[in-house]
Nanobody, 124 residues
Framework: QVHLVESGGGLVQAGGSLRLSCVAS????????MGWFRRFPGKEREFVAA????????YYADSVKGRFTISRDKYRNTVWLQMTSLKLEDTAVYYC?????????????????WGQGTQVTVSS
C-alpha cells in the first residue's frame, strides 16, 4: 500500500501556470502507473493525465492536451503536473492516484490508491 500527498494548489490568474506535486510514501511508487484526476462540484472525478510506471508513456485528456504535462521522478518518489495556459474552467480539486496494472488507465475506478486532493482556483 502506498500513501500519496498532493501539494501546489492555489489561486492563479487565467493564462498563468501552476505545478502540482504528489509525493509517495515509499519506493513501491515505482511499480505503479500514476494518474491525475480532477473533481468539479457535484460531479465524478474526471481524467486529466497519466504516466506509465517506467515514465516512458504519457496520456492526456483532450481538454488539457498541449497545456498540461505529467512527469515523474523515481528518486524522489514524486509525480508532477505542470499546468500552463490555465482557464477558468480548470478550477477544481485535483487528485493524484496510483494504479497497479500493466498500463495506465483513464477511468478513476481503475485506480487503487488516492491522495486527499489539492484545490486549484483560476481567476480572471
Amino acid at each position: 500500500q502506498v500513501h500519496l500527498v498532493e501539494s501546489g494548489g492555489g489561486l492563479v490568474q487565467a493564462g498563468g501556470s501552476l505545478r502540482l506535486s504528489c509525493v509517495a510514501s515509499d519506493h513501491t511508487f515505482n511499480n505503479y502507473n500514476m494518474g491525475w484526476f480532477r473533481r468539479f462540484p457535484g460531479k465524478e472525478r474526471e481524467f486529466v493525465a497519466a504516466i506509465g510506471w517506467t515514465g516512458g508513456r504519457t496520456y492526456y485528456a483532450d481538454s488539457v492536451k498541449g497545456r498540461f504535462t505529467i512527469s515523474r521522478d523515481k528518486y524522489r518518489n514524486t509525480v508532477w503536473l505542470q499546468m500552463t495556459s490555465l482557464k477558468l474552467e480548470d478550477t477544481a480539486v485535483y487528485y493524484c492516484a496510483a494504479d497497479v496494472a500493466v498500463s495506465a488507465g483513464t477511468r478513476w475506478t481503475e485506480y487503487d490508491y488516492w491522495g486527499q486532493g489539492t484545490q486549484v482556483t483560476v481567476s480572471s
